[in-house]
T-cell receptor, first 108, second 113 residues
Framework: SQQGEEDPQALSIQEGENATMNCSYKTSINNLQWYRQNSGRGLVHLILIRSNEREKHSGRLRVTLDTSKKSSSLLITASRAADTASYFCAAGNTPLVFGKGTRLSVIA | NAGVTQTPKFQVLKTGQSMTLQCAQDMNHNSMYWYRQDPGMGLRLIYYSASEGTTDKGEVPNGYNVSRLNKREFSLRLESAAPSQTSVYFC????????????FGPGTRLTVT
C-alpha cells in the first residue's frame, strides 16, 4: 500500500494565487520528498526534507513536515501557468513510496 | 550528459508475448528503480537495485524480472505480458537509496492487447 497520500486530488487556482497541497503518511520516515510531473513526462525532484527538519524553502516553494501528525505540506506561492502539473510526495526510508498525486491547474 | 534514458518509448504487445525494457544512466549513480504509473494510482515500485549486483522487490513485483547488467544499466523484463501490465513504466536512478533525490527517465508507454 502507498505510504504517502496527497490531498486534495485536484486543485484549480488563478495565476498569482498560492497553492497548498498536503501529504499524509503512515509509518515513521527519515525523509520526505516532493516531485512534479508535467503531462506525459518523467518526474522532477523539487525538494527533500529530513525527519529532523520542520520547514524548508526553495524559491517559491515552502515545505513543512510534522512528524507527530505524520503529515507534510507543499506551498507554491504566486503560482504561474507553468506550475500546472501533478505533484507527488514520496515518504519513507528505503525505498521511498510515492503517493497518488495532486493535479494542480493554474489558470492564466 | 543524457541523464536517464529508456527504450523503447512506446510498445504494443499481445498477451503472452515477452519483452525487455531498457534503462541506462550516465550519472554514476549506485541505485536504480523501476516504477509503473497507472491512472489514479500514482507511482508504484516494481523492483529496485540499491547497488550493482543487488536487486530487491518493490510493491508490485509479480510478473516482472530485472537485471542490473552493470552500474549504468537496469533492465525490466516481462516474460508473458498480460493486459493488467498496460501502464507507463519509469526508470529512475539516485546516488544512494537514502536521503537522495531520484532522477527519472522519460517513460515507456506499454499497451498489452
Amino acid at each position: 500500500s502507498q505510504q504517502g497520500e496527497e490531498d486534495p486530488q485536484a486543485l484549480s487556482i488563478q495565476e498569482g494565487e498560492n497553492a497548498t497541497m498536503n501529504c499524509s503518511y503512515k509509518t515513521s520516515i527519515n525523509n520526505l520528498q516532493w516531485y512534479r510531473q508535467n503531462s506525459g513526462r518523467g518526474l522532477v525532484h523539487l525538494i527533500l526534507i529530513r525527519s529532523n527538519e520542520r520547514e524548508k524553502h526553495s524559491g517559491r516553494l515552502r515545505v513543512t513536515l510534522d512528524t507527530s501528525k505524520k503529515s507534510s505540506s507543499l506551498l507554491i506561492t504566486a503560482s504561474r501557468a507553468a506550475d500546472t502539473a501533478s505533484y507527488f510526495c514520496a515518504a519513507g526510508n528505503t525505498p521511498l513510496v510515492f503517493g497518488k498525486g495532486t493535479r494542480l491547474s493554474v489558470i492564466a | 550528459n543524457a541523464g536517464v534514458t529508456q527504450t523503447p518509448k512506446f510498445q504494443v504487445l499481445k498477451t503472452g508475448q515477452s519483452m525487455t525494457l531498457q534503462c541506462a544512466q550516465d550519472m554514476n549513480h549506485n541505485s536504480m528503480y523501476w516504477y509503473r504509473q497507472d491512472p489514479g494510482m500514482g507511482l508504484r515500485l516494481i523492483y529496485y537495485s540499491a547497488s550493482e549486483g543487488t536487486t530487491d522487490k518493490g510493491e508490485v513485483p509479480n510478473g516482472y524480472n530485472v537485471s542490473r547488467l552493470n552500474k549504468r544499466e537496469f533492465s525490466l523484463r516481462l516474460e508473458s505480458a498480460a493486459p493488467s501490465q498496460t501502464s507507463v513504466y519509469f526508470c529512475a536512478s539516485s546516488p544512494g537509496t537514502t536521503y537522495y533525490e531520484q532522477y527519472f527517465g522519460p517513460g515507456t508507454r506499454l499497451t498489452v492487447t
